[in-house]
């Protein structure tokens, strides 16, 4: 059976990135341990992702690069935002420790959506967070295996997901 819209895949995988600090940086491993099932071709992968396995079957292997476009996007200048320093106060007082360069922090929007947004600087007025994806901009590299293929159940298609 290969992999199509509304099979259920299981694959292992290792992800590498090409990250500004290092030519290739480890991201994460899917490992027979703990493969990932999913729903293809319902977007609940990133579209380089689905389109480097569609058509393979079980034992077949796959090494491939996604660019950004394909991945998680460029970076959006416009998702790094100044917000006051004010709002990062508890118990009146601003947490310095929460506030280090390079943390990242779950932050909600004005209508309660929660983000993740990274710490990029601040100073005495205002903190500037970037809430662009932490791997937007850069090129993916994924090499793993195709464990499954099965189809999936009519309420798995109804809902979107595995089960």
Do not use: C, W
Request: glycine share 8%; net charge negative.
């Amino acid at each position: 059976m290969d992999v199509a819209v509304n099979k259920v895949v299981t694959v292992t995988y290792i992800l590498h990135a090409n990250l500004p600090s290092q030519e290739k940086q480890h991201i994460e491993t899917a490992d027979t341990t703990r493969p990932l099932s999913f729903l293809h071709g319902v977007g609940m992968m990133i579209p380089g992702f689905e389109k480097g396995i569609e058509g393979k079957k079980v034992g077949d292997t796959f090494s491939f690069d996604i660019e950004a476009a394909d991945a998680y996007g460029e970076n959006d200048e416009t998702a790094i935002i100044k917000l006051p320093i004010e709002i990062f106060k508890v118990e009146d007082k601003i947490d310095f420790e929460m506030l280090k360069v390079g943390n990242m922090l779950p932050m909600s929007d004005n209508q309660g959506n929660t983000m993740n947004g990274k710490v990029v600087g601040f100073d005495d007025t205002m903190v500037t967070m970037d809430f662009n994806h932490p791997l937007s901009g850069h090129l993916l590299h994924f090499s793993g295996e195709i464990m499954e293929v099965r189809d999936a159940s009519a309420e798995e298609i109804e809902h979107g997901h595995v089960h």
